[in-house]
Antibody
Framework: EVQLMESGGGLVQPGGSLRLSCAASGFTFNTYTLTWVRQAPGKGLEWVSG????????YYADSVRGRFTISRDNSKNTLYLQMNSLRAEDTAIYYC?????????WGQGTLVTVSS | EMVMTQSPATLSVSPGERGTLSCRASQSVSSNLAWYQQKRGQAPRLLIY???TRATGIPARFSGSGSGTEFTLTISSLQSEDFAVYYC?????????FGQGTKVEIK
């Protein structure tokens, strides 16, 4: 059974940093691309970032490029999202998802709140 | 950036009735389109990919059609568990983009 479990969310002040993690199991981790998607409170889904299976090719939404960094550790079956220079508009539930085309499995999400 | 536009914003349907949701892309996405269902407080769930292929475990009452810029998700006979928000998403181009969602509510 495919499982994705996010962690690392919380309350952070504007300008601060946070690192999200997504622990994966139930599939051959190092052969699949991965994605981060977020959802602001009461709003729709927004694609944030994707990464290749080997971890060498990242893609970013314009809204986060230069502030967020996606990475993965294939030896630990874990996906990361390093978020710097956080803004109020980054407040959202952050989901990790399997694949970077369509997203066939999703975690339950972790809430990031950016507020002073 | 590819803009995905869903209509209607809200669809009011009685249980057992057919529901038809639309998604339009600002440019052709070929058949690189997916549909997701999201219930309150839950993560999205993949329903359809490649415009018309049902994901694993998705009931046959869900069907997708279309290509290019016009797509449709049809729920043939709405069940109580189908009342939720539905999103389309294109994966033909970067960045990946979602529609704004259609809420399917009980009439």
């Amino acid at each position: 059974e495919v499982q994705l479990m996010e962690s690392g969310g919380g309350l952070v002040q504007p300008g601060g940093s946070l690192r999200l993690s997504c622990a994966a199991s139930g599939f051959t981790f190092n052969t699949y691309t991965l994605t981060w998607v977020r959802q602001a409170p009461g709003k729709g889904l927004e694609w944030v970032s994707g990464i290749s299976a080997g971890g060498t090719i990242p893609y970013y939404a314009d809204s986060v490029r230069g502030r967020f960094t996606i990475s993965r550790d294939n030896s630990k079956n874990t996906l990361y999202l390093q978020m710097n220079s956080l803004r109020a508009e980054d407040t959202a539930i952050y989901y990790c998802a399997k694949q970077w085309t369509f997203f066939d499995y999703w975690g339950q999400g972790t809430l990031v709140t950016v507020s002073s | 950036e590819m803009v995905m536009t869903q209509s209607p914003a809200t669809l009011s349907v009685s249980p057992g009735e057919r529901g038809t949701l639309s998604c339009r892309a600002s440019q052709s996405v070929s058949s690189n389109l997916a549909w997701y269902q999201q219930k309150r407080g839950q993560a999205p769930r993949l329903l359809i990919y490649d415009a018309s292929t049902r994901a694993t475990g998705i009931p046959a009452r869900f069907s997708g059609s279309g290509s290019g810029t016009e797509f449709t998700l049809t729920i043939s006979s709405l069940q109580s568990e189908d009342f939720a928000v539905y999103y389309c998403q294109q994966y033909n181009n970067w960045p990946r983009t979602f529609g704004q969602g259609t809420k399917v509510e009980i009439k």
